[in-house]
């Protein structure tokens, strides 16, 4: 029997929040983990940061995105950081257990005094 277009969109809305409930359970479990930020643009020029999560859990190493996050304005790293800890906040993610960050080395990343 064929599904209905609305069926299909309903399952992979589903799939889709178990996958991230899953991701940030694993996540949340791990003994240490890390995140990258890495700097692009969309197709409308935004600045955004993709952000990654490495972790190990009993499948072994894990690089997941959580998020692409939009940066509009200005992109210190106070801002980007900002973001990031507000993205990881909004997930339900415990950064109690983070143990780096790495960036791609942008200008307004580096120094320890700004942004991640």
């Keep these: 029997m064929p599904l209905s277009a609305k069926t299909v969109k309903d399952r992979t809305i589903k799939m889709a929040e178990n996958m991230t409930s899953q991701q940030i359970e694993d996540i949340n479990s791990a003994p240490a983990f890390s995140i990258a930020c890495d700097e692009s ?10 952000l990654l999560c490495r972790y190990v859990n009993s499948d072994g190493p894990q690089e997941e995105i959580i998020e692409l996050i939009p940066i509009k304005g200005q ?4 801002d980007i950081c900002k973001a990031v800890m507000s993205c990881l906040q909004a997930k339900g993610i415990n950064t109690t257990h983070m143990v780096s960050v790495a960036t791609d080395g942008a200008p307004s990343m580096r120094g320890n005094r700004r942004g991640l």
């Design 41 to 50: 643009s969309d197709v409308n020029d935004i600045e955004q940061r993709a």
């Design 75 to 78: 992109t210190r790293g106070e």
